[in-house]
């Protein structure tokens, strides 16, 4: 299991936010590159970044594309990117950027032949979100709720060919308080590659997840 640090991005600063709420973030830097830089010194194997602003207007935001290519410019580690990416088109410009993958969500939830097309056409530069609260799924940057489990929704995925899947606890994100380790279970149940997020937020949490979820890919700190 490997453990990726988050970079969130917000108007071309890193953030964390709570629960995802706009609101809440609170600027750890102004120089995201060098928080990247200080991520690869520390023996990560690659990092996590997200758009904020795009992932709640589904457009690309200038500051965070120019911090996004700073960071990239700046380390020699894979980097996954999600945040506003909703049509394959998208996706291919930010691969021939520079990114390794692609985190895709709302575009996913718009039915089994997006996701198919999607999974056809970007193979395995394709990572899909599963982002839950209360059991729900979520879409729209974590502002609408859909009717589905998000466990049923993994299954789907796996299904229609995709093979890596980011789970995400809304309700634990940016709070440290521990992962959802029953959400986890069922996404992992679908046989895909899983990275799990939210929550986590000390050395235990990351031993409990080791010693439960054994066949868990990897973790976004």
């Known amino acids: 299991m490997i453990v990726i640090p988050a970079i969130d991005l917000l108007d071309g600063v890193c953030v964390r936010l709570t629960q ?6 609170v600027v750890y830097s102004q120089e995201p590159q060098e928080v990247a830089l200080k991520w690869e010194r520390l023996g990560a194997q690659r990092l996590h970044v997200v758009d904020l602003n795009a992932a709640f207007s589904g457009k690309p935001n200038e500051a965070n594309l120019a911090a996004l290519k700073q960071i990239l410019q700046a380390i020699t580690v ?6 506003g990416i909703r049509t394959v088109e998208r996706a291919w410009q930010l691969i021939d950027l520079g990114v390794r993958w692609v985190i895709m969500g709302t575009a996913a939830l718009s039915g ?3 996701i198919r097309q999607c999974a056809a056409e970007l193979g395995e530069h394709l990572i899909v979100s599963v982002d839950s609260r209360a059991g729900k799924l979520l879409g729209a940057g974590w502002t609408e709720e859909i009717e589905m489990l998000p466990g049923e929704f993994a299954h789907l995925l796996v299904d229609s060919g995709v093979k890596n899947i980011i789970y995400t606890s809304a309700s634990r994100d940016g709070t440290m308080e521990g992962p959802d380790f ?5 996404v992992l149940s679908s046989g895909a590659k899983v990275i799990a997020a939210g929550g ?6 990351i031993r409990q997840l080791k010693e439960t979820c054994p066949q868990l890919y990897g973790i976004i700190v």
């Open 20 to 25: 995802g709420k706009l609101g809440t973030e």
């Open 78 to 83: 894979p980097v996954q990117l999600g945040g």
């Open 112 to 114: 089994e032949q997006v």
């Open 182 to 186: 029953d959400g986890i279970k069922a």
């Open 200 to 205: 986590i937020g000390t050395k235990d949490h």
